[in-house]
């Protein structure tokens, strides 16, 4: 274990979480402590001289009902740090990385304060494979060994941030506990240092890496409208605002199921217990895209609404720690934080207690760059230690407006660090138009980076991708119209211009989370669908251009099949919409014959 | 050892300021004594080693600096729990007041309680059939979940909440679930209460009531609820009851939670509530639910009056964002005459997906999906009409009109006497979405509209 330089102190105040303690010798900023008898975790976040000695402003991470004025605390001597090595997939952990599941063996069901379990099992064996010999240079980030940690992920060991040098002895393949040295280097000064199987990181220091880049390639949701209209890179940001009830749960939880990261961090972050308990239920049963059980590529956090607010504040650092570490193994991350108004909100009422001058909304006047040193740690990029190894970090964070108003600060806020928005409109959550993704107010400015990617699949994908929204766009405008005077007043091509937006969002934006087929569509399959619809409209265009009536066209016999596309063809076999599209195409040239 | 202090050194409000004293815990329950011998309880919200800060839950009227003595309890604030309490009747702070003997515990609970594990949660799956068409089709409630009904003044919500009350069963089980019905009234006219006590009466299921009325303290409704889901816990998780909580007026509760944070000068949030309103309703509608390894559940059905019919007012709003789903009540609908007035395309089950996956007829989940968009696509019709005129109308327009009057009438329209069970309740469904012809039905199977698309009848 980390041996800190231990402080004792005794506690001065308690408002809610917030307690102060005087007599610590040496606290710094960020350091845990344990208030009371009951041990209650929480960290230093304000020092200040009083009378001579030192001060500290401790936020609490579990509630102080009960502690007593003039009770000791400790000062353990290190910030809040994240434990790092086998064992941190398929877990469920708290805001503060304390695993939930031992909680319940523990306690059952209810969860008691000041209870310390260790996030990674120190009883359990894991089989180490070592790759690197004796008097082989390391240095940050290379590779030690490895730990085939579950069926589908092999954890890679790597050389901790700080230690350079040569290796003087490394273990065999063997079983090692978490805490067992697995390897011993001696550093460039002659000094040795033994490097347990896990390693720890303060949450709020992001880890260091070799090199940013510029991300090219999609992370792909199986969701049309994102993938499609609105795509995020691997590295990306993306936000999904939304009132209660748009979407914004079920939308993260098919990026968890469905998106092709190789890790997912999934961030319970003031939202509902069950929403946890449904993600447990079903994620060990099923597959990611590869096959393999989703649950061994998942680290859950349940930081609760019901549980306390500090620890919802943490989560999130802690969430895109756990990240990095995997990340610096090579490994495309992908995290969601649902919700992020509120760790926001976390933050709010922290520093109300503080009495800090508020800014908007009551939050503080450091809320951006809070979400800043947050979204900024997602990336595409090249790691340390492994040349040319690119990974990455997507981060897809929910936000909760009051009212559903896009003019709420955590929103605002957050457009500045994202840059694909899905806005949810609970107009279209109401006559469930599924996934509610409003698709004139959303945008992604990744669409020309995954551009070539998605040209590799279809090359008409580029100009498609365009036209679709533009169709979209042309109908929106044209909605005012439509309702004053209805669709047969406007021009021809108008009315197919409405026709087509309209069988577009009744089957090709319309996607059902629940559905077996629809739930998740392969990149293929959505490409072939926009061409679908695009040719379609494309010749339909052509044929009103030159004299055609717009009822043949809205009558085509292939039609029904077409709005069917989305749960009839098998996900497996997305060519059958080719064929589709050569009967299409076949009714098309006959209207054309019979004009002639 | 019981601590007393005498003298205070200054209220301001609800808040009584006292000089330090060592070994105090916080949010330690105390007893304050006016000079006049009234006696109120209080909790301590600040410690220092300057000063105590306390809450009192009661009026400051009368306190003074001098001879005002404080009596510490040592301990945070515990309810005495016990199966007496069953069909009992108390106050906003567990009182007794129907001339019963007092409570003889068998345990004491604090009334925070403590956060449920989330690791700990088994999902709500086990569905409740109210009876009615409109909640058990679209909207179903499901055992252990919170399902508020947001509403307005002066519509039929307390109407509503005791016809389900008076049918809820467990769909499809055998042996007949007894459901403990638990009652926290915050804030309410004598009337409300005693509507419900009589409506509660005609049910076979046992009832505990703790009732805060509208000329009780206001702090006092902080702790009603609270109260009554510490029973609630108790009844589930140590009794295996299947506890119904009933909880009304919400936003009395969340007027009370104001009052209380701008008497302590607390930076309002919106609308002059507090920033932390999100998670103190969340430490009250969490607490429903399922544990793993406990037969008994906890239900709960927070009834709410939404300031000038606005959904967007944070006491639904920040409710909405908890709750599994909501009841939305419609004053449009109530206007027509629908009843009960819900508004189905507002209104939400966020459990009822899993709950009737395998469980209820196999076309419930298109058919719903169904409902919804041909409903909301009438709607828009009739909003054309209005503008355009019958004219205006295509043949399919005029179908939909159709739809639409007949849905709202005999679908919506429901009779307080007229329980229906849910197979009954899919066949009305699709008797009336007949009127539309079967392409209109994309939402469907082909499979179903086979099977349950109404064949015409032979004149
Ligand atoms: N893509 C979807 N397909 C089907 N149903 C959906 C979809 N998105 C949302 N829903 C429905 O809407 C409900 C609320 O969605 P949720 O994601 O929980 O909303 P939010 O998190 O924004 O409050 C879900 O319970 C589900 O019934
Ligand atoms: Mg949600």
Redesign the interface.
């Given at each position: 274990m980390e041996v800190g330089n231990e402080q004792v102190g005794n506690i001065?105040?308690?408002?809610?979480p917030i307690v102060?303690v005087n007599g610590f010798k040496a606290p710094r900023i960020r350091d845990l402590c344990l208030i009371g008898t009951f041990n209650i975790p929480g960290e230093i976040i304000r020092l200040q001289k009083k009378n001579g000695s030192t001060l500290a402003i401790i936020q609490a991470f579990e509630?102080?009902?009960?502690?007593?004025?003039?009770d000791e605390a400790r000062c353990l001597g290190y910030p809040l740090s994240m434990e790092l090595g086998p064992g941190l997939l398929g877990s469920?952990i708290d805001g503060i990385q304390r695993p939930?599941?031992r909680?319940?063996e523990h306690s059952?069901?209810?969860?008691?304060r000041g209870l310390a379990f260790p996030a990674l099992d120190r009883k359990k064996y894991w089989e180490f494979k070592p790759i690197r010999k004796k008097g082989d240079m390391v240095e940050p980030g290379k590779i030690l060994g490895t730990v085939q940690e579950n069926s589908s992920i092999v954890h890679k060991i790597i050389t901790p941030v700080g230690i350079k040098g040569a290796i003087d002895e490394i273990a065999g393949n063997q079983p090692l506990l978490v805490t067992d040295t697995a390897c011993t280097v001696r550093g460039t000064d002659g000094a040795k240092v033994d490097l347990q199987l896990f390693q720890r990181w303060p949450i709020t220091l992001p880890r260091p890496i070799k090199s940013r880049l510029l991300p090219s390639i999609p992370l792909i949701s199986g969701v049309r409208l994102i993938d499609s209209l609105f795509p995020i890179t691997k590295g990306g940001c993306a936000t999904i605002p939304g009132?209660?009830?748009t979407g914004k749960t079920v939308l993260q939880h098919q990026f968890a199921k469905y998106c092709d990261a190789d890790i997912i961090v999934y961030i319970?972050c003031?939202e509902?217990?069950?929403e946890?308990?449904?993600i447990?239920?079903q994620f060990p049963a099923l597959e990611d895209p590869r096959g393999n059980p989703l649950m061994d590529r998942t680290i859950l956090i349940?930081n609760?609404?019901?549980?306390?607010?500090s620890a919802r504040e943490a989560s999130i650092f802690s969430g895109i720690t756990m990240a990095e570490y995997f990340r610096d193994q090579g490994y495309h991350v992908a995290l969601m934080a649902d919700s992020t108004s509120?760790w926001a909100?976390a933050l709010?009422?922290i520093s109300?207690r503080l009495e800090e001058l508020?800014a908007e909304?009551?939050y503080p006047a450091y809320l951006g760059k809070k979400l800043a040193s947050f979204y900024e740690r997602a990336g595409y990029v090249e790691i340390l230690g492994n040349p040319g190894i690119r990974s990455s970090i997507s981060v897809i964070g929910a936000v909760?407006p009051?009212?559903?108003?896009f003019s709420d600060p955590v929103v605002q806020a957050t457009k500045r660090f994202i840059k694909a928005f899905w806005a949810l409109d609970?107009k279209l959550a109401?006559?469930?138009?599924y996934p509610a993704i409003n698709w004139i107010q959303s945008y992604s400015l990744y669409d020309d980076d995954v551009k070539e990617w998605w040209m590799e699949q279809d090359r008409t994908w580029g100009r498609y991708h365009t036209l679709m929204l533009k169709i979209l766009h042309e109908d929106h405008e044209l909605e005012d119209l439509v309702?004053?005077?209805?669709a047969d007043a406007l021009p021809i091509q108008k009315q197919l211009t409405i026709f087509v937006a309209d069988l577009i969002k009744?089957t090709f934006l319309l996607q059902?989370a629940?559905d077996d087929t629809d739930a998740y569509c392969p990149p293929v399959k959505q490409a072939k669908m926009l061409k679908m619809y695009i040719k379609y409209y494309k010749r339909a265009t052509e044929l009103l251009d030159s004299g055609a009536p717009l009822f043949k066209i809205k009558e085509l016999e292939i039609l029904p099949e077409m709005?069917r596309a989305r749960k009839d063809i098998p996900n497996e076999k997305p060519d059958q919409i080719d064929d589709i599209i050569q009967k299409m195409n076949a009714e098309m040239n006959m209207i054309r014959k019979e004009m002639s | 050892m019981v601590l007393i202090s005498r003298g205070i050194e200054q209220i301001e409000g609800q808040l009584v300021f006292i000089g330090?004293i060592?070994?105090?815990?916080?949010?330690?329950l105390v007893l304050i004594t006016a000079p006049d011998g009234r006696e109120m309880m209080g909790r301590c919200?600040?410690?220092?080693?300057e000063t105590i800060i306390i809450e009192a839950f009661n009026t400051t009227d009368g306190l003074d600096l001098e001879n005002t003595t404080v009596e510490f309890s040592g301990?945070?604030y515990r309810v005495p729990l016990s199966d007496d309490m069953i069909n009992r009747s108390f106050d906003g702070v567990g009182t007794p007041v129907d001339g019963g003997p007092n409570i003889i515990p068998e345990s004491w609970k604090?009334v925070?309680?403590?956060?449920?594990?989330?690791?700990?949660?088994?999902?709500?799956r086990d569905l409740i059939e109210t009876g009615i068409s409109s909640m058990d089709t679209l909207t179903s409630l499901v055992c252990g979940q919170k399902l508020p009904i947001f509403s307005g003044q002066g519509l039929p919500h307390d109407g509503l909440a005791s016809r389900i009350v008076k049918h809820a069963h467990i769909y499809q089980r055998d042996a007949e679930e007894r459901f403990l019905i638990i009652f926290a009234g915050m804030g309410i006219k004598y009337d409300t209460s005693i509507y419900f006590k009589n409506n509660f009466e005609r049910t076979e299921s046992d009832v505990i009531s703790f009732i805060n009325l509208a000329n009780d303290p206001t702090i006092e409704r902080l702790l009603t609820p609270r109260i009554a889901l510490t029973a609630a816990e108790y009844f589930a998780?140590e009794k295996d009851f299947q506890v119904l909580v009933i909880m009304t007026d919400m936003t009395n509760y969340c007027e009370a939670l104001r009052e209380i944070s701008a008497s302590k000068d607390?930076?309002?949030?919106?609308k002059g509530y507090p920033?932390?309103m999100?998670?103190d309703l969340?430490?009250i509608y969490?607490?429903a639910?399922r544990?793993?390894?406990?037969e008994g559940t906890i239900t709960q059905i927070p009834i709410l009056t939404m300031p000038n019919d606005d959904i967007?007012n944070?006491v639904p709003?920040?409710t909405?964002?908890?709750t599994?789903?909501?009841i939305v009540l419609s004053r449009d609908l109530y206007g027509k005459d629908i009843s009960p007035p819900i508004d189905i395309?507002?209104s939400?089950s966020?459990?009822m997906?899993?709950s009737i996956?395998g469980t209820t007829r196999d076309d419930h989940?298109d058919l719903m999906?169904q409902l919804?968009?041909s409903y909301?696509?009438a709607l828009d019709v009739r909003?054309?009409q209005a503008?355009?005129g019958d004219e205006?109308l295509t043949p399919l327009d005029k179908k939909y009109l159709r739809f639409v009057s007949e849905f709202e009438e005999h679908f919506l329209t429901q009779p307080m006497e007229i329980r229906r069970s849910l197979v009954e309740s899919l066949d009305l469904a699709w008797e009336i979405l007949a009127i539309l012809p079967k392409s209109e039905l994309?939402r469907v199977k082909s499979r179903h509209i086979k099977a349950y698309y109404p064949k015409p009848e032979v004149s």
């Open positions: 001065d105040l308690i408002n809610g102060h509630d102080t009902n009960g502690v007593h004025l003039g469920i939930l599941d909680y319940f059952g069901g209810f969860l008691t009132g209660f009830g319970g003031g509902r217990g069950n946890m308990s449904d447990l239920n349940g609760t609404s019901n549980m306390p607010v509120r909100e709010r009422e109300g508020p909304g009551g909760s009051p009212g559903g108003d609970p109401y006559a469930r138009q309702k004053l005077l209805g009744r059902n629940f709005a | 330090s060592p070994r105090v815990k916080y949010n330690e919200v600040l410690l220092s080693d301990d945070v604090d925070n309680g403590l956060s449920i594990n989330p690791f700990a949660r088994e999902y709500p998780f607390e930076i309002p949030s919106r920033g932390y999100y998670s969340a430490s969490e607490r639910g544990i793993k390894g406990h967007n944070p709003d920040l909405g964002y908890i599994e789903g909501q395309l507002s939400l966020r459990l997906k899993d996956k989940a999906s919804y968009t909301s696509k909003s054309l503008i355009v205006g994309v």
